[in-house]
Nanobody, 132 residues
Framework: QVRLVESGGGLVKSGGSLRLSCATS????????IGWFRRVSGKEYEGVSS????????YYTESAKGRFTISRDMATNTVYLQMDNLKPEDTAVYYC?????????????????????????WGRGTRVTVSP
């Protein structure tokens, strides 16, 4: 079974840090792009960051640039999202996902990395709460 399991969420104060993990199994890790999205109740998924499977190139949305860092560990099939200088606006449930069988091509990644409609396989999420 394909599985993506997020962990590392919690409650932090504004300016604090969290490191989210996405443990994957059931597919060839190095074959697929992995992305992070977040969602507030009643709203749509918002792209945060993704990492290329071919060369490890990171991609960030404007809200994440300069504060978040995405990385991967090929030995454990895990993707991380280091979140620094957190703000109350970052409060959401964070999900990791992959296009999976869609095999989002590298040339399109810059345009589509933050588009949740391009991702087929999703984890269940981990909550992040940032207090003022």
């Amino acid at each position: 079974q394909v599985r993506l399991v997020e962990s590392g969420g919690g409650l932090v104060k504004s300016g604090g840090s969290l490191r989210l993990s996405c443990a994957t199994s059931g597919f060839t890790f190095g074959r697929y792009v992995i992305g992070w999205f977040r969602r507030v109740s009643g709203k749509e998924y918002e792209g945060v960051s993704s990492i290329s499977n071919t060369d490890g190139q990171p991609y960030y949305t404007e809200s994440a640039k300069g504060r978040f860092t995405i990385s991967r560990d090929m030995a454990t099939n895990t993707v991380y999202l280091q979140m620094d200088n957190l703000k109350p606006e970052d409060t959401a449930v964070y999900y990791c996902a992959t296009p999976g069988e869609r095999l989002l091509p590298g040339p399109l990644l810059g345009q589509e990395f933050d588009n949740p409609d391009k991702y087929d396989w999703w984890g269940r999420g981990t909550r992040v709460t940032v207090s003022p």
